[in-house]
């Protein structure tokens, strides 16, 4: 039997800084995720690994982040990530020092985020984002 796929269309709303930001769950965890394109794979600040039930998999990790900078990563384990009463997807997030990004959205008046989602996780779901609308589409397969 194929399965079709369904379409959702998740709302966004632009930052002072003009970033994408959009409300989604984590493991059931509500939080506010940052939709980054440029980033590589999806991230979660690490000191909300416990909040938001992430286990850690492997060895602590070097990455690189914008602007060539060295940061200290940990892989999670699969989690779900949502957005209310629907799943997405399960990811593994990279978790990261989120302190520096906070900090830089705070000075523009921005609440801090919980996280960011990247290519990984966007290409996975053929995300299309509707910069007009403001609106995330994901393909749910």
């Given at each position: ?44 600040e ?23 900078e ?59 984002i ?12």
């Amino acid at each position: 039997m194929i399965k079709s796929a369904t379409t959702i269309s998740i709302p966004l709303r632009f930052s002072a800084s003009k970033h994408l930001l959009g409300r989604f769950t984590v493991n059931g965890h509500k939080g506010v995720f940052l939709i980054d394109t440029g980033a590589s794979n999806s991230c979660m600040e690490i000191a909300l690994a416990e909040q938001y039930e992430l286990a850690i998999a492997g060895e602590p990790l070097s990455v690189t982040g914008a602007g060539n900078e060295k940061l200290r990563a940990q892989a999670s384990q699969e989690s779900c990530l949502g957005h209310q009463d629907q799943e997405l997807s399960q990811v593994e997030f990279m978790l990261i020092d989120m302190e520096a990004i906070n900090s830089a959205l705070e000075e523009q008046g921005e609440s801090p985020i919980d996280g960011i989602l990247g290519a990984d996780l966007l290409a996975s779901l053929s995300a299309v984002i509707d910069y007009k609308a403001k609106r995330l589409l994901l393909t749910l397969k």
